[in-house]
C-alpha cells in the first residue's frame, strides 16, 4: 500500500508544472533565428506582456539584450522580452528594412514587417501572450522599423519606444487602423539621425518633434504637446536629470504620443540604472485601445 501511494505521489509531482528559478533563455531556429527570454514569474494561462527591442544598424543580435538592459525589469515584471536579427547587407552589416530613410541600402526586399509578426504568432502559439500587451522598441534603424511596425501593423501592436529612430517623412506613408501609443526618445547633438530631421543619403526623415506631432495628430490628441514634469535621468554620462518630457494630451483614441529630449545626449547614450524601468512603465501603462 504504502509503495503505491509513493508511485501516485511521483506520478502527480512528474505531470505538475515546476516553477522556473531562473529566466529561462529560448532559441528558436530557422533560417532567421531569435531568442526569447521567458520571465521566472510567467505562468501558463496567465497572459503576459510581450516586448521585442530592436537592434540598430550594423549591431550583432545580443546588442539589444546588452544595451536596453531590460532584463531585470522584465522578469520583475513577468514581461517576455525578443530579441530578433536583422537581415545582412552587401556589407555584411544586419539592418533592417524600415523606412525609405533606414537602413536598406541595398534595395534588398526582405519582409521585416512578416518576420516580426511571425514572431508574435510563434511566440503567441508556444506562450500566453497578452495581445493587447505587445510592444516593440528599437534604437536607430531598430527604431524606424519599430514606427513602420506601428504605422503598417497598428492592429498588433499597443505601442512602440524609439531611441534615436524616426517615423515616415512623409505623413501618408502611415496609416494605422488601429491606436498605437508612441514614445520617442531622442538626443539633441545626435550626429547620425539628426533630432532636427535631415537626410541618410537621399533619404529625408522628420525631426523628433515632427515625428510625435505626427502621431499626436493620429491618436487625436490635442493640438500641441505640453511639457510635464518630473524630469528623467536617461543617460548615465550626463549629469543631473537631463530628460525632458513633452506629452500630448486629450487623446481621444486612448492612445498616447510623447517625446523624452536627452539635452545634450548622443546617438547612442550611455543608458542610466533608470532607462529600463522609466521605458517599461511606459509601455505597460499603454496597453492595447479598440475603438
Known amino acids: 500500500m504504502i509503495r503505491a501511494r509513493l508511485s501516485i505521489l511521483l506520478l502527480l509531482i512528474s505531470i505538475l508544472p515546476i516553477s522556473q528559478a531562473q529566466a529561462t533563455d529560448v532559441v528558436y531556429p530557422g533560417e532567421r533565428p531569435f531568442t526569447l527570454v521567458v520571465p521566472t514569474k510567467y505562468e501558463a494561462g496567465t497572459p503576459a506582456p510581450l516586448i521585442i527591442a ?5 549591431a550583432e543580435n545580443p546588442y539589444a539584450e546588452s544595451y536596453f538592459e531590460l532584463g531585470k525589469v ?3 515584471k513577468g514581461i517576455l522580452t525578443v530579441y530578433p536579427r536583422g537581415s545582412k547587407d552587401s556589407n555584411g552589416y544586419l539592418f533592417w528594412n524600415a523606412t525609405p530613410a533606414c537602413c536598406n541600402f541595398d534595395s534588398s526586399t526582405v519582409d521585416d514587417e512578416a518576420y516580426l509578426l511571425s514572431i508574435i504568432d510563434s511566440v503567441s502559439k508556444d506562450y500566453s501572450v497578452d495581445p493587447a500587451r505587445v510592444y516593440l522598441m528599437g534604437h536607430s534603424n531598430g527604431g524606424f522599423m519599430a514606427h513602420r511596425m506601428a504605422c503598417n501593423q497598428s492592429d498588433r501592436i499597443a505601442a512602440i519606444v524609439s531611441l534615436a529612430g524616426a517615423t515616415y517623412s512623409n505623413p501618408k506613408s502611415c496609416k494605422p487602423t488601429s491606436p498605437v501609443s508612441v514614445l520617442q526618445i531622442h538626443g539633441t547633438i545626435d550626429a547620425v539621425i539628426t533630432y532636427t530631421g535631415g537626410y541618410l543619403f537621399s533619404s529625408a526623415y ?11 495628430k493620429l491618436n487625436e490628441c490635442g493640438k500641441k504637446p505640453y511639457r510635464v514634469l518630473p524630469r528623467l535621468d536617461l543617460d548615465s554620462k550626463l549629469s543631473g536629470l537631463e530628460t525632458t518630457v513633452l506629452r500630448y494630451k486629450g487623446c481621444k483614441t486612448g492612445a498616447n504620443s510623447e517625446l523624452w529630449t536627452i539635452n545634450k545626449g548622443r546617438h547612442s547614450p550611455e543608458l542610466s540604472a533608470t532607462f529600463a524601468k522609466s521605458v517599461v512603465d511606459y509601455l505597460l501603462t499603454h496597453p492595447k485601445k479598440r475603438v
Open 54 to 58: 530592436l537592434h540598430g544598424y550594423t
Open 74 to 76: 522584465a522578469d520583475e
Open 206 to 216: 522628420p525631426s523628433a518633434r515632427k515625428t510625435i506631432d505626427l502621431w499626436g
